[in-house]
């Protein structure tokens, strides 16, 4: 069963940068694009475990900090010669607050 | 056994060439002795105009710094006009009262602009486009903004308008002709020209006479013929030049024109010649510098005693150094009953093309819109080749006449040797071939050093690349045009140039206006453009720290495991024993894993969580500590050893000197890290010499090194010079600083940076040239009076909170799905 947190207001969240939701499964990385479209990732980078949620913020992707995989937003997809994809959580923007979908045991 | 002295009057781009020639052919022959009008060194003036467009700074134009006269035993006159020359008595003297013999004496006084003598003409504000003043002059008057008309619409004219534009002034070009350039360009080229200036804003009035030039004192308007009145702040007359014979004329010598030669430049007078715009060869002047240097190389053999053919006049092609426009013309253009002609257009592209035929040979080219295969047309025209064979496909260019295909090398690899690649320098294909294999050279920038082919105008480095391509097959790597990333095709030093001459101040106004390819950048743009911004616009720029580095952009180093490290200064590895006590107070408070000494002659916290930086941080600051940014693109350590205070061989004050320089430069962004040293004597216990810059305290002074580098690459320094003082080393320090922060590309430390340009032109601007120098350290100083602030107080005050923000905890809503 999967119900919708509120997390934050769309503000909350830099222009290109992000914010981090403690959940009971780990931490997502909540990012914000230059177009203003939301996205959620879990906050651990396939590769080594890199926090993407420190990493920079382009077009519909975030480049890794730690060694510099580039993942999709959208998809969680690792883009180029990497392989590997990060889990990603849906999410959505209600009269300028932040929603994300969360099962019950994961929201704990 | 004394020398012969051979004088030399003038120091533009032809005498130049003749001693480059007479150096290389016979360098010990003369004392030379060189006056010139011009307070400068030999530079090339046909760069002016992209300096004008801010695109080049003048110290990227010099040919010959002060360096290389001391180097070559050259005595140089600056700003001495030579007034009278005696034949008799051989003897030259100067304005300003010097008297120097000679035995051989050139005679290179260029030429003069024309100015139209309508009523008006002598009031402030009229300028003319010949030397670096009148540059300056222009600058200076579009720094008010205001109209400009240019009087005159042929190359000159139309560069100076472009970059009168680029610099923000409203534009009028007056051209009596009805169409541009008409001497290079025929109608249909002339009117796309026109149409392209137009649309970039350049007003044009073509058949326009100009009657008078209005104002009290300086320039208010221009009136033509015709009653139309123009306002007008500043006037410039490009209307021609006239060869500077006057100096000759009144010495006795034979003129016309020009000062008349022989094909061996010599002029009435056997121990006399003349090379360049002055002169005047089988009734013809020149105005190009092409034929220029081909005199220059005769003469220059003559002088060594070497065999020498003669000059012969050749036809010169033409461009238009106007960034985004190109067009190309060689030869006669005009039509005629024995001649033919082949015309390609399409108007979509823009693109008009057009041969000149007479008996089966290329007689004339014009080419607008698509210039590649010019020299390939040139050079048919030149050698007077038969084309009948290929006349069906000719205007289609090289690629298909040698059946090539599309493929881009067939074109270069079609061309004769004797193929003529860079007109400026006169380098043909099989010279730079030769280059390329004999000495191993691999990049653009080798070739321009080793050749000169393209170290010019430049616009034959594509043909140039296509050599090296050719030449190297798969092992040529064009990274010297690499593009900054995949966002764009542009290198990082034409990204670099656009942003200071277009004046772009933020990263989306350099996506706009350089047509990025992404909306937003990516992870390797974005930081290399946010640094050129900070670097271009120190006092404007605001920092992006969504374009930064995590390192940067929370002033900490990310560590494996997403917790950071915090290493704050210690001025040149000294402490206290308050500052220690304060560390260790941290490192208690904030469960730090591990105290680390780093190689830096620091200390390093280790292990520090997130959402304790600023919590770090501000305990660091109460106890008087400030970032190290040991994260950071930009001055990390200055790393010194006890010295005078107390080493029993030391030379210097050390430790003094490492600090200081640390208090001066830190904060300092640069386009990668940047580590001094500074050792008390050559026994170097700080290792100065693996630095990007560093100080050897010697009896003497100080000798300072640059370019060094320990990690994946070892590169020991190479010496920039030796000074005496501590005021001198800091000049020279943050000069080269500056300069570095100014061309490098991002990520290229100080090595990488000066095995591109070279390490001698580093010094010759850095250590030869003391104006440069000044200029170079104030900007660094100004630079830095913005960059001073601890960003570790300013966070804990609360810059960027959002950077820090606590982590988020979801709160369910009555919705269920
Ligand atoms: C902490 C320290 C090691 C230590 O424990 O001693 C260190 C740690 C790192 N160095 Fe270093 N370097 C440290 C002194 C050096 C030195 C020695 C020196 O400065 O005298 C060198 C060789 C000298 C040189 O730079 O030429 C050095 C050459 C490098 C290089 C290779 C640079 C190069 O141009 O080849 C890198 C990689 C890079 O920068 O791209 C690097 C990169 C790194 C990074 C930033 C790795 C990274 O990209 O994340 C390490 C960060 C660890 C951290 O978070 O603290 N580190 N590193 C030293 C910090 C000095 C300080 O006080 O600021
Ligand atoms: C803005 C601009 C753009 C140009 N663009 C191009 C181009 O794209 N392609 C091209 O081929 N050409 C171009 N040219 C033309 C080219 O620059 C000239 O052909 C070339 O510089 C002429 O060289 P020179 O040595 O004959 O004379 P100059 O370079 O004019 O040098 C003459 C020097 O002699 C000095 N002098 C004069 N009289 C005396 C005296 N009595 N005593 C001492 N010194 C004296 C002067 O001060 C001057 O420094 C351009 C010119 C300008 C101004
Ligand atoms: S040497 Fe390598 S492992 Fe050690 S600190 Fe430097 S970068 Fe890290
Ligand atoms: S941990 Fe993300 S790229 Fe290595």
Redesign the pocket.
């Known amino acids: 069963m999967a119900d919708w947190y509120e997390v934050c207001g769309l503000e909350d969240v830099p222009l290109r940068g992000s914010r981090i939701v403690k959940t009971g499964e780990g931490c997502i990385a909540l990012f914000r694009t230059a177009d203003n479209d939301v996205f959620a990732l879990d906050d651990k980078c396939p590769h080594k475990q890199g926090p993407l949620s420190q990493g920079i913020v382009h077009d519909r992707s975030v480049t890794c900090p730690l060694h510099g995989w580039v993942f999709s937003l959208e998809t969680g997809q690792a883009q180029g010669a990497d392989i590997g994809q990060v889990k990603t959580t849906p999410v959505r923007v209600i009269d300028g607050v932040v929603q994300i979908q969360l099962t019950e045991n994961t929201a704990a | 056994m004394t020398k012969e002295k051979l004088v030399v ?9 003749v001693l480059e020639t007479l150096l290389e052919e016979a360098p010990d022959r003369y004392d030379i002795i060189i ?4 307070t ?1 060194v030999n530079y ?6 992209p300096v ?1 467009t801010g695109e080049s700074e003048f110290e990227e134009i010099v040919i010959h710094g002060d360096g290389w006269y001391i180097e070559n035993n050259i005595t140089l ?1 600056k700003g ?4 009278e020359i005696d034949k008799t008595a051989k003897t030259v003297t ?2 300003h009262g010097v008297v120097q013999a000679y035995d051989k004496l050139v005679i ?6 024309f100015i139209i003598p309508v009523p008006g003409h002598k009031l402030a504000g009229v300028l003319t ?3 670096l003043d ?2 300056h002059a222009m600058m200076l008057a579009a720094r008010r903004g205001g109209k400009a008309v240019v009087i005159g619409g042929g ?2 004219g139309l ?2 308008a472009a970059g009168l534009q680029i610099q923000g002034m409203d534009v009028t070009v007056l051209h009596l002709m009805p169409t541009l350039m008409e001497r290079q360009l025929d109608e249909s080229a002339g009117y796309l020209l026109e149409k392209e200036l137009q649309s970039r804003g350049i007003n044009i009035i073509t058949k326009a006479n100009t009657k008078e030039i209005l104002g009290e004192t300086k320039v208010e308007g221009v009136l033509l013929d015709d009653g139309t009145v123009l306002d007008a702040t500043i006037v410039i007359m490009a209307v021609g ?1 006239r060869p ?1 014979l ?2 000759a004329k009144d010495s006795g010598f034979a003129t016309e024109r020009g000062i008349l030669v022989d094909e061996t430049m010599q002029t009435s007078d056997p121990d006399v010649f003349s ?5 005047q060869f089988d009734n013809r002047t ?5 034929p ?1 240097y081909d005199q ?1 190389k005769v003469l220059g053999k003559k002088l060594a005693g070497k065999p020498t053919d003669p000059f012969v006049h050749s036809e ?1 092609a ?4 106007v960034t985004g426009v190109n067009l190309f013309s060689a030869g006669d253009f005009a039509s005629g009953d024995d001649r033919q002609e082949i015309v390609l257009r399409d108007a979509a592209k823009g693109v008009y093309k057009r041969l000149i035929l007479q008996d089966d040979k290329i007689i004339g080219v014009v080419l607008y819109g698509e210039t590649a295969d010019g020299p390939w047309f040139y050079q048919m025209l030149k050698e007077g080749e038969d084309i009948s064979e290929m006349r069906d496909s000719l205007i289609f260019g090289a690629a298909y006449a040698g059946g090539g295909g599309s493929d881009p090398l067939a074109l270069v690899a079609g061309m004769s040797d004797g193929a003529e690649i860079c ?2 320098n006169g380098v043909d294909k099989g010279t730079i071939v030769n280059a390329i294999t004999k000495d191993g050279l691999c990049t653009l920038e080798e070739v321009r050093a080793c050749t000169k082919a393209s170290a ?2 430049g616009s034959c480095s594509g043909l140039v690349e296509q050599l090296l391509a050719l030449t190297l097959g798969d092992s040529f790597d064009a990274s010297a045009v690499k593009p900054i990333c995949g966002c764009s095709d542009l290198g990082h030093q034409d990204v670099r140039r656009m942003i200071l001459s277009q004046e772009l101040k933020s990263i989306p106004a350099i996506m706009q206006a350089l047509e990025w390819k992404t909306s937003c950048g990516c992870a390797k743009c974005r930081p290399a453009l946010n640094y050129y911004l900070v670097c271009a616009w120190p006092d404007e720029y605001v920092d992006d720290g969504f374009s930064r580095f995590i390192n940067e952009r929370v002033h900490a180093n990310i560590q494996k495991d997403g917790t950071y490290s915090v290493i704050p200064r210690m001025w040149g590895g000294v402490t206290t024993p308050s500052e220690l006590r304060a560390i260790a107070d941290v490192a208690d408070k904030f469960e730090i894993s591990i105290v680390k000494v780093t190689g830096g002659q620091r200390i390093d916290l280790l292990g520090v969580k997130k959402e304790d930086l600023t919590a770090v941080w501000a305990d660091l600051n109460d106890a008087g500590m400030v970032s190290g940014h040991a994260y950071a693109k930009g001055l990390r350590t200055v790393k010194t050893c006890v010295g005078t205070d107390w080493c029993r061989v030391a030379t210097q004050d050390s430790t003094g000197l490492g600090i200081q320089l640390e208090k001066a430069m830190w904060g300092a962004w640069a386009p990668h890290k940047l580590k001094l040293a500074v050792s008390g004597c050559p026994r170097n216990c700080s290792e100065s010499t693996c630095k990007d810059i560093g100080v050897i305290c010697i009896d003497s002074g100080y000798e300072l090194h640059f370019g060094g580098a320990a990690g994946m690459h070892i590169q020991g320094t190479q010496v920039l010079c030796t000074v005496g003082t501590e005021a001198e080393v800091k000049e020279h320090i943050f000069a080269l600083t500056q300069m570095y922060r100014e061309q490098a590309d991002y990520l290229d430390r100080i090595y990488k940076w000066a095995d591109k340009v070279g390490y001698d032109y580093i010094r010759s601007v850095i250590v030869e040239d003391a104006g440069a120098r000044k200029a170079y350290s104030d900007k660094f100083l100004f630079s830095q009076t913005f960059m001073q602030d601890d960003p570790w107080k300013e966070r804990v005050d609360g810059k960027e909170a959002h950077h820090f923000g606590a982590p988020l905890i979801p709160k369910k809503i009555a919705e269920t799905v």
Request: hydrophobic share 40%.
């Open positions: 009057i003038g120091n533009g781009m032809a005498p130049g060439k006056f010139n009008a011009e400068r090339n003036r046909i760069m002016l105009s004008l006159y001495h006009k030579i007034v100067s304005e290179a006084t260029g030429s003069y602009p486009f010949r030397d009148d540059v190359l000159l560069e100076a030049i500077n006057h100096l090379v360049g715009e002055c002169i020149y105005g190009l510098v092409a220029l220059a010169s033409t461009k238009l150094k007109g400026c010019s105008c």
